[in-house]
């Protein structure tokens, strides 16, 4: 990979990483739902004036954008609004790796191997640690079964995006960021709809006219760097080169997000959830390596 493109990699992973930290900072003055809303609103516009409509069936780009965008970030706003850390956050949400993988051999059967099988078993482990621990400073109270099941939710949806994502682009072919502007038209009305819902018009039109500087420069942030920006450099490395050069750096985005949200929320880790950050990340890491550090690799089909 050349010096360049290795930049515009880290840029787009801390991007991602700080993301997180961005939401975190959204959802002090405005609801989740609306926020969310009001970022479709616009990665679409005025982008889709712009760019072609990928040339795929309606009902796939309503699976892609009600999965990875709709289903991952209402539950991901939610978790982080009562209270998960955006830090951890960042990294719980990594499992999308793992149930993409378990996804992908129910439904398209592709095979699982043992580097998959113990990846997820040491993940899970380390969920399990951040479950039952307590987070010093900011959030006394710990992170709520709530929290952490809401933000692996998030994993799933994004999960099952992947999945409907690969099946998109083996069969159409469509252009990466003709698919992320123009999917993005999908949960907008969802979203407002979930915002009507539940958190009430007056609390709408009291977020609306009221909107704070530090939200809107959320929004601009959640938008254009993390999502048109970061998918578009990222598409475009995944055109130039090979998937396992390129799919590995995104471990590199809870180390970000976990940094960041120490420095800019104050966030600490108690050592128990740093030793379960570090199970999963080993989870991780056995998952995309281990078959190749290891050979003799032992492949088991899922049915």
């Known amino acids: 990979m050349s010096t360049r493109d290795m930049f515009l990699a880290l840029c787009v992973i801390v991007a991602w990483g700080v993301n997180f930290v961005v939401i975190k900072m959204g959802l002090h003055s405005m609801p989740p739902f609306l926020l969310a809303a009001l970022r ?22 309503v699976a892609y ?10 539950f991901l706003f939610l978790a982080i609004k009562i209270g998960m850390p955006a830090g951890l956050a960042s990294l719980v949400i990594q499992a999308q790796a793992f149930f ?22 040491i993940a899970t482990i380390g969920m399990f640690m951040l479950a039952t621990a307590g987070v ?60 009507w819902l539940f958190e009430g018009s007056a609390t709408i039109v ?36 090979e998937t396992w050069r390129i799919a590995p750096l995104s471990l590199l985005v809870p180390v970000v997000g976990i940094l960041s949200a120490a420095l800019v929320l104050g966030e600490r880790l108690s050592s128990q959830q740093l030793i379960g950050a570090l199970v999963i990340i080993a989870g991780l890491l056995v998952n995309v390596f281990g078959g190749r550090l290891i050979p003799g690799r032992i492949a088991c089909k899922q049915r």
């Open 40 to 61: 479709f609103v616009l990665v679409a516009f005025p982008a889709i004036f712009f760019i072609k409509p990928p040339k795929l069936p309606v009902r796939w780009l």
């Open 65 to 74: 954008g009600m999965s990875i965008s709709f289903g991952q970030f209402a």
């Open 100 to 121: 993409t993988i378990l996804l992908g051999a129910l439904i398209l059967g592709e095979k699982l191997t043992w580097n998959h099988i113990i990846g997820i078993l």
């Open 136 to 195: 010093k400073g900011q959030f006394s109270g710990g992170v709520t079964l709530t929290a952490m099941m809401l933000t692996l939710a998030a994993a799933l949806s994004w999960g099952l995006g992947n999945i409907t994502n690969k099946v998109i682009m083996r069969n159409h072919q469509v252009p990466i960021l003709s698919l992320v502007v123009w999917s993005a038209l999908v949960p907008i009305i969802p979203f407002f709809a979930c915002s």
């Open 206 to 241: 009291y977020s609306l006219t009221h909107l704070r500087g530090e939200t809107l420069l959320a929004l601009v942030y959640l938008a254009f760097i993390a999502t048109i920006i970061s998918y578009a450099i990222w598409g475009a490395l995944l055109s130039r080169y």
